[in-house]
């Protein structure tokens, strides 16, 4: 069974080009961004990974650790971030995991099990590794995301899914379409309209199962 919303994500210890971590650990009490990669020194990977370094104070504001994983090896990793930072102009300080035997691709459902890597391989033998894991504090899966290789990623979505689970995170409210962070948001249907006005005060109702407030405090 593949890895589905509120799981607890897989724990693991992986050697990245910044040495070993334990990934439990490692997230701590933050919340966590996994974002993978097919293989090294491609086009569209090296963009993706500029722009998240480019968001590195933003990330940081959200008290959020980001942690890149691509299927070749650490030395190549660190080869690769030359390239990464020279593109981009901006330091990629975040770890690369180096799933060389796949354990990471496999345990996050990104890859079948009978899953390798052949000789002279390219990046479409590993395409499905093209996904965005966010993670919260108790290391739970809250979104996830898979990209076609012909797709680069959209980091400023990332961070808008980021701003809405943040602010809806234990809390009886959800975001409603296309919204940013400092918009209002949705009385959840698990209250009712007296529970809605003792937690939050005084509500708007577009309609009678759409109530909306300013975001709380």
Not at 173 to 187: F, H, K, L, R
Request: with cysteine; net charge negative.
């Amino acid at each position: 069974m593949g890895l589905r919303l509120n799981d607890i994500v897989p724990d693991f210890t992986v050697e990245t080009d910044q040495g070993t971590i334990k990934f439990h650990d490692w997230i701590g009490d933050s919340w966590a961004i996994l974002f993978s990669h097919p293989k090294d020194f491609t086009p569209v990977c090296t963009t993706e990974f500029g722009a998240v370094a480019q968001l590195a104070d933003e990330w940081t504001k959200r008290g959020t650790k980001v942690i890149g994983l691509s299927v070749d090896a650490a030395d190549e990793h660190v080869k690769w971030k030359s390239d990464i930072e020279g593109y981009a102009d901006a330091e990629a300080g975040f770890p690369i995991i180096a799933d060389v035997d796949l354990k990471v691709s496999k345990a996050f459902d990104m890859l079948p099990a009978e899953a390798y890597l052949p000789d002279g391989r390219t990046a479409a033998d590993s395409a499905s590794v093209r996904s965005v894991f966010i993670i919260s504090p108790d290391k739970k899966l809250q979104l996830s995301m898979t990209y076609p290789m012909s797709v680069g990623r959209n980091f400023a979505e990332v961070l808008r899914a980021l701003d809405a689970l943040q602010a809806t995170y234990n809390t009886p409210i959800a975001t409603p379409a296309n919204w940013t962070s400092g918009e209002d948001v949705i009385v959840a249907l698990s209250l009712t309209d007296e529970q809605a006005r003792e937690k939050f005060g005084e509500f708007d109702a577009k309609l009678p199962y759409l109530r909306t407030i300013k975001r709380p405090a």
